[in-house]
Structure formats: C-alpha cells, structure tokens
C-alpha cells in the first residue's frame, strides 16, 4: 500500500515538473532565448491556433517582414508604422524578448533609397545622409522596446568579398560602419547584430571575423553576429558549424541563430539570397504526399545535432530564432523554388509541435 501511494506521489511530482517545463522555451530558459519569425497575420490573429503558439512556445520574436526597409520606408517621406506597432506590442504583451530585423540590406529595399529625382544613382553623402534618416527614425521609434536590432544584413558573398550592392558601390565598405554607428546614435542602448547566411563557410566567415575586428577598432558597438542558419541535410557540416562559433566567439562577439529552418527537400542553391528562383519541377518536391520515415529521421538528428552545439555553446550562444512557425506557414515552401512542399521548422502542418521538440527538451534539461 506504501509503496503504491509513494510510487503515486512520485509519477505526480514527475507530471507536475513536465507541465512546469512543457516548452522548449521554458527548457532553454536560462541558456538561450528561444525565438521564431512572426508574420503580420499572425499579429492580427487571423489563424487564433498559430498566434497562441507563438505566445506560448517561444521567449522572443522577430517580424519576418514589417520592419524591413521596403515595406516600412517605402518613399523617402512616407513611414507605414502599422504593422510593425502592432508587432512590438504583441511581443510585449506575451513578454517576449523583441528583436528588430533589419535596418540596412540589399533586398526589400525601395529603389527610391539609392537614385535622384533623374533615376541617377547619389552621391555618396545623400545615401549616407538617407541612411542616417531612416535608422533614427526606426531605432528611434521602439528605442527601449527592442533588445537588438540587425543593423546590416548580408554584406558579404560565400567567397568573402563584400557583395557589389547598391550600398557597397556608392559608399563602400564603410556603409556598414556608418549603420552601427546610425543605430547606436538612435538608441545607445539597444543591441547591435550583423546577419548573414553560410555563416560556416570559412572564407565568409573570416570576413565577417575581420569586419567584427574593423567595427571594435573604429569604436563601434557590436554585440553579436547572427547566423542566419538557413541549413539543409548536407550542408553545413556540424564541424564547419561548430568552427564558425568558435572563430566568433574569439573575435569577442555572442552569436544568435536568428533564422533557422533545415530544409528536407533537395536544393539547386544553398545560400538564401531571396531574389534567387529556379523553376520547379515534380523531382525537386519529392514529398508532396509526406516525409518518409527514414528521411524524418535523417532530419531530427540533423536537428538535434544542431541543437546540441547551440547547449554546448550556451555561453555565447544567446538566441536561437526559428524562421517560421509550421511547415505550413515557411517561406521554403516558395524558396528558392516557388510551390514545393518542405517540412524545415519545429510545428507541422497541422499545428502540431513535432516529436523531435520532446528530444530537445530532453537534451536542453540534460545539459549545464
Ligand atoms: C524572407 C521572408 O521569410 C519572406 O516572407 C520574404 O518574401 C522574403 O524574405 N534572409 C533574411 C530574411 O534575412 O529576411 C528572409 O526572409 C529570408 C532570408
């Protein structure tokens, strides 16, 4: 009788202590924030199923696209601030940690930003004046209501150079100096991120090893590098992965996952420049009809041996951000080839937290 009413009491206390750590939020808690990419209709509420989720499975949020240069300055004197108002008191009222992407990038940008009143390209000192406006203006609105912002996203090609955009060509390199220092003038308090894709490519990499370098030596704030982590069963390997932490992490910088989904589906491109599309076809969308067995299971290890670099780096690992809620609602689904189905992030298609999150949770609770 004893033993029955103690093996009770017990197998209570366990359930109790799921139920106290039944998110992978709550389990990362103290290692990492847990994030995910929140789009516009999911601030409104449109699918109530996806909005409670987002409230309760993660600790920080991102706007997947509202707070970017196109849709938030789309003319040189016009600011639509809707949604992204929306989407900082959201994260507020779920008190989630808020995050803003991103001031400066090449894409989702008006082609207004770079040309004159005669469609010529302007000066250097009219674009670094343009660039001044709009990040006080953006910082300057949510300053105190966001932890960090991705100052500059994607400067740099897989090989290292800094890429040829409209940025680099009319200013040069120094155009992402002057964005942090725009963006810690607007708000010297807030974070200040880098972001790129292939991250782990070593030669990209060492760029942005060097240009974390350059920005200190100039006295300029940065506090982390973000690895997009847009990943796919092949590439990056967990050792190219795990390198690239440690060359940032002794360039004296944290590093954020900020945008992570591995795609299932095969790829004619592994980087994740979005203007990149290649035409579809039935070979390319192999899993129309669902994932089989053995190549779900090829992903969750992929997962989780991603994940246990993410623990094992918790010191300077402080965020890992999903770019996506459910299969259902990921921009793979489009990219980089439009109408496939993939299956990249952590809820499925019916709104359901997959079984491999229970592992991570396993290994989150396991780890130091
Ligand atoms: C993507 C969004 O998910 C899509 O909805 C949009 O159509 C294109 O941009 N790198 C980034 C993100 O930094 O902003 C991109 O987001 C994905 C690649």
Redesign the pocket.
């Known amino acids: 009788m004893k033993l029955i009413t103690t093996i009770t009491a017990l197998v209570f206390l366990a359930s109790i202590q799921t139920m106290a750590q039944k998110t992978l939020a709550d389990a990362t808690k103290g290692k990492f924030l847990l994030g995910v ?1 929140v ?1 516009s209709q999911q601030v409104d509420g449109v699918n109530p199923i996806e909005t409670e989720l987002i409230a309760k499975e993660f600790s920080a949020i991102v706007p ?2 509202c707070m ?1 240069p196109q849709p938030i300055h789309p003319e040189e004197n016009k600011y639509v601030w809707d949604s992204a108002d929306k989407f900082v008191a959201f994260g507020e009222k779920n008190k989630q940690v808020v995050t803003g ?2 001031l400066i ?1 090449h ?2 940008i008006g082609k207004w930003f770079f040309i004159d009143a005669d469609g010529k390209d302007v000066s250097p000192e009219v674009l670094k004046e343009r660039m001044h406006q709009h990040i006080l203006t953006v910082v300057g609105r949510y300053k105190g209501r966001i932890k960090g912002w ?1 100052v500059v ?2 400067a740099f090609e897989d090989n290292g150079t800094y890429r040829n955009s409209k940025f680099y060509q009319i200013l040069g390199k120094d155009f992402i100096k002057y964005a942090f220092q725009f963006a810690h003038e607007a708000d010297p308090n807030v974070e200040l991120y880098y ?3 292939n991250v782990e490519t070593p030669a990209k990499c060492d760029a942005i090893v060097q240009l974390v370098k350059e920005l200190k030596a100039a006295g300029c704030r940065i506090d982390a590098v973000g690895s ?1 982590a ?1 990943w796919h069963m092949n590439s990056p390997t967990v050792d190219a992965t795990e390198t690239s932490i440690k060359k940032l992490k002794d360039a004296g910088v944290k590093v954020l996952f ?2 992570l989904d591995i795609s299932i589906l095969p790829s004619p491109y592994d980087g ?3 203007a990149a599309n290649f035409k579809y076809s039935k070979e390319m969308d192999p899993y129309k009809e669902g994932v089989p067995d053995s190549i779900q299971q090829k992903w969750n290890k992929r997962m989780l041996d991603m994940f246990g670099l993410f623990l094992k780096y918790n010191d300077v690992v402080d965020r890992v951000t999903l ?2 809620l459910t299969d259902n609602t ?2 793979l689904n ?2 980089p080839i439009r109408g496939r189905k993939d299956y990249p992030v952590l809820f499925d298609r019916n709104n359901q937290r997959k079984p491999v999150v229970d592992e991570m949770i396993k290994m989150a609770k396991k780890s130091k």
Request: glycine share 4%; charged share 20%; net charge negative.
């Open positions: 990419a789009n997947e696209n970017k992407h991103c990038w894409s989702q991705d996203n994607e972001n790129d894709y997009q847009h900020t945008e994740a420049n979005v770019w996506g990921t921009w489009n990219f």
